[in-house]
T-cell receptor, first 117, second 114 residues
Framework: GAVVSQHPSRVICKSGTSVKIECRSL??????MFWYRQFPKQSLMLMAT?????????EQGVEKDKFLINHASLTLSTLTVTSAHPEDSSFYIC?????????????FGPGTRLTVL | AQSVTQPDIHITVSEGASLELRCNYS??????LFWYVQSPGQGLQLLLK??????LVQGIKGFEAEFKRSQSSFNLRKPSVHWSDAAEYFC????????????FGTGTRLLVSP
């Protein structure tokens, strides 16, 4: 149980285009999902927290107009990188919190490697 | 301020030898502590977690961790390392409930030599 998937696993796009990454909780309802960014050989940096049916909460320094987050259902959150640029190239990881479970444990997706040319 | 310190960026261990990865935390409330492992290009897999009870926690893949409140530490151990354990290990701290974020350490890269 507690499986989180991400799609796509890898994406290469041209500068100026938008890219959508999906995060799904496959066998539980996720009231809260988190989006992280990870640069090579570095730790995870939280970008935003999304709660189902409400606006995402962005961390300081994260542009909400550039990184659009939608959490329309209890099993799906999407991150859209708008007008992507090479500096947006990174590994994006989502996690989901089981709304029906005890504690604040997060289950992580396998990540999406974004390369912007 | 909430923080997690993993003082070792890299550790190299011979296969079959014991391992200890250090983690120190600073947290204002009762912490919920985690160890995650990440293989290259992959997401994070939970090794173990601790909130209360026995301070020695058993996890998957033969790992264990000991919570020491007096030292604000949650070190990860394995008695005999396998080559497949080579990966990045992250310690994290967060609240037991609520929507507050987890705070991650900077990670320790484990290399296993033959």
């Amino acid at each position: 149980g507690a499986v989180v998937s991400q799609h796509p696993s890898r994406v290469i796009c041209k500068s100026g285009t938008s890219v959508k990454i999906e995060c799904r909780s496959l066998d539980f309802q996720a009231t809260t999902m988190f989006w992280y960014r990870q640069f090579p050989k570095q730790s995870l940096m939280l970008m935003a927290t999304s709660n189902e049916g409400s606006k995402a909460t962005y961390e300081q320094g994260v542009e909400k107009d550039k990184f659009l987050i939608n959490h329309a259902s209890l099993t799906l959150s999407t991150l859209t990188v708008t007008s992507a640029h090479p500096e947006d190239s990174s590994f994006y990881i989502c996690s989901a919190r089981d709304g029906g479970g005890a504690g604040n444990e997060q289950f992580f997706g396998p990540g999406t490697r974004l390369t912007v040319l | 301020a909430q923080s997690v310190t993993q003082p070792d960026i890299h550790i190299t261990v011979s296969e079959g030898a014991s391992l200890e990865l250090r983690c120190n935390y600073s947290y204002g409330a009762t912490p919920y502590l985690f160890w995650y492992v990440q293989s290259p290009g992959q997401g994070l897999q939970l090794l173990l977690k601790y909130f209360s009870g026995d301070t020695l926690v058993q996890g998957i893949k033969g790992f264990e961790a000991e919570f020491k409140r007096s030292q604000s530490s949650f070190n990860l151990r394995k008695p005999s390392v396998h080559w497949s354990d080579a990966a990045e290990y992250f310690c994290a701290v967060g609240p037991w409930t609520g929507f507050q974020k987890l705070v991650f350490g900077t990670g320790t890269r484990l290399l296993v030599s033959p």
